[in-house]
Nanobody, 120 residues
Framework: QVQLVESGGGLVQAGGSLRLSCAASGRSISDYAMGWFRQAPRKEREFVAS????????AYADSVKGRFTISRDNAKNTVYLQMNSLKPEDTAVYYC?????????????WGQGTQVTVSS
């Protein structure tokens, strides 16, 4: 099975950028659908962006389209989330997820999360 470790979170001003990384070990990310979710205080975990299994299809939440970009480096076994034009409402713990076909909030494999805080 795959293990996931996120990094790259931090405190940034509104309008700024961050790049999150999700380093996988144990299995290749090519074996999974991969994605990012986030959870703000007192809110449900929500979908942000994902690759389907095989990496052909990419999906984004409407709230991040045009600002966030998901990418992958198979050689480094890592998935990234480039976040630009950040807004205070993007503040959340960001989680990397992996699953056999598609990632959902019920996916099998999760990282520990990385905190992103956007100040106004």
């Amino acid at each position: 099975q795959v293990q996931l470790v996120e990094s790259g979170g931090g405190l940034v001003q509104a309008g700024g950028s961050l790049r999150l990384s999700c380093a996988a070990s144990g299995r290749s990310i090519s074996d999974y659908a991969m994605g990012w979710f986030r959870q703000a205080p007192r809110k449900e975990r929500e979908f942000v962006a994902s690759f389907s299994w095989g990496g052909r299809n990419v999906a984004y939440a409407d709230s991040v389209k045009g600002r966030f970009t998901i990418s992958r480096d198979n050689a480094k076994n890592t998935v990234y989330l480039q976040m630009n034009s950040l807004k205070p409402e993007d503040t959340a713990v960001y989680y990397c997820a992996a699953d056999a076909v598609a990632v959902t909030s019920q996916s099998n494999y999760w990282g520990q999360g990385t905190q992103v805080t956007v100040s106004s």
